[in-house]
């Protein structure tokens, strides 16, 4: 039989990995058939596996939309990969964190998260469905790299105040999103990201250099505090390393970009 995968939510990782593969069907949550935010009426092969790449709802304190469409996935597909973010274990002081550390989000959008991976969890012991949540950092890649931010001198903190990053590049997470679907790869939370851990100012630095660009001004993060937006200061408040053993052993994903450097080159120029 064929599997047919589809995407709900056709944003940045959505879009790329359409892009990248064949027989899959793309649905946005302003489809008619498909409002996550309102009535919900689709139609769904008889076998199926799902992405869900779309954020929780700012106005609940659960994620209302993947609510909305669990109740209403008849049938349930053979499995789903649930994009999540590594949001979800807060703060850490730098340490590293694999798919077992405490749960501690800093912020309230990290807070739905972790109620969404709770609802999805709730939800495949009685549909039967293989769930895999894939814990996801920062996502950079074409067109994602900051460099208009760069051009117009947008201020970084200073790298002494910054913690390490987490991130990865978008044609990685996409690997990783096919090798979730496959059926011998065992359900379960696996974290993802290519390893290496610059900080975010020494990540706009070397896309900068790249660019032929100077690098930005800085400021201290008590100046940050008073003048960044609360998303933006989450992410740098937030200190962990995380852990990607089990992405490598278990999910089995080889990725291409596991510098940096390599990674913004090929984002540049792609």
Known sequence: MTLTTIVVGVGYLG????????NTLGLTRQDHDLDLDGPLSVELPPHYKLIYTVPPSPDSPSDSRLERLLANLKPAPRRIVYISTTG??????????????PLN??????????????????WATHSGATTVVLRVPGIYGPGRLGIQRIRERVPIVDGADVGPGNRIHV???AACCTAALAEDVPGGIYNVGDGD????????????????????????MER?????????????RDKRTVDTTKMREVLGVKLRYTNAENGI???IEG
């Not at 979800?88 to 550390?101: I, M, T």
């Not at 610059?198 to 896309?207: A, K, L, W």
């Not at 003048?227 to 992410?235: A, G, N, Q, T, V």
């Open 105 to 122: 989000p800093g912020s309230d959008h990290a807070a739905r998260r972790v109620a969404a991976e709770d609802t999805l969890h709730a």
């Open 171 to 173: 044609d990685d997470l």
């Open 224 to 236: 940050a505090e008073k003048e960044f937006s609360p998303m933006r200061l989450s992410f740098l």
């Open 15 to 22: 879009q790329r990995y359409l892009d990248q593969n064949e």
């Open 197 to 220: 851990h610059r900080s975010s100012t020494r990540f706009t630095n070397e896309v900068a250099r790249q660019c032929n660009l100077p690098a930005p001004p800085t400021i201290s």
């Open 265 to 267: 080159r090929e984002s």
């Open 88 to 101: 979800v274990y807060g703060d850490h002081d730098g340490a590293l964190v694999d798919e077992e550390a």
